[in-house]
């Protein structure tokens, strides 16, 4: 049954996983490949590692599977805002279809919006 | 039964990883790169915590740990210098 379990959670997170790679791989521009790189990655490597831990249920495995599940999901958040403010400071390229585009005017010396 | 899960999963991840180094040698921003790379990083833990699995060896779970630090702080570095070179 555990073996089931841990098996199934572990195609599950090799599909996430490869869902990841086809959006990265097919999505139009930065920002949606984007999402799709790190919500699938993140679920995806989640399910591994529930999988890992029910597959070897010892103290050393599960803390740290769970560790490594903590880490992944406060990092991989804040790794994406970073890349996605470096990819609208720099101006990246936008899909085609996109209705909003707010990214703000870059202001010379760093001026206050309105002054 | 486990044993099968654990080579059809490896596939999979490394056909997702053939996938993320077409978008990184493809990718037409610098940004595109980085991402693909970030991705390239997470494939590789996930690879990591299967043959941990599989194997049953702590270290490869300590491996992996290790390497989701360095990538985070690769990718953040990465963003910094896509930031800089903006002209």
């Known amino acids: 049954m555990t073996e089931w379990l ?7 997170g090799a599909l996430l996983a490869l869902l990841a790679g ?12 984007m999402q799709a790189s790190t919500k699938a990655s993140t679920l995806g490597l989640g399910c591994l590692l529930a999988g890992l831990a ?25 790794a994406a805002h970073v890349i996605a403010r470096a990819a609208a ?3 990246a390229p936008l899909w085609k ?13 760093g ?5 | 039964m486990l044993e099968i899960a654990a080579a059809v999963t490896l596939t ?3 056909l997702a990883a053939v996938l993320t180094f077409v978008r990184l040698v493809r990718g037409p921003t610098l940004p595109d790169r980085v991402i693909a790379l970030d991705l390239i990083g997470v494939l590789i833990v996930c690879m990591l915590v299967v043959v941990a699995g599989s194997t049953a060896q702590r270290a490869f779970l300590d491996v992996a740990m290790v390497i989701a630090l360095i990538s985070f702080v690769g990718t953040v570095a990465y963003a910094r210098y896509v930031e800089r070179v903006r002209s």
């Open chain 1, 6 to 12: 841990s098996g199934g959670l572990f195609i599950a």
């Open chain 1, 22 to 33: 086809v959006g990265v791989l097919r999505m139009p521009d930065v920002f949606t490949r």
């Open chain 1, 54 to 78: 029910i597959r070897h249920p010892e103290m050393s495995f599960v803390i740290r599977a769970v560790s490594i599940a903590a880490f992944m999901m406060l990092t991989t958040a804040v």
């Open chain 1, 89 to 91: 400071l720099s101006r």
């Open chain 1, 97 to 109: 279809g996109t209705l909003i585009d707010e990214r703000v005017e870059e202001r010379p010396n």
């Open chain 1, 111 to 115: 001026a206050e919006p309105g002054s």
């Open chain 2, 12 to 14: 999979m991840l490394a």
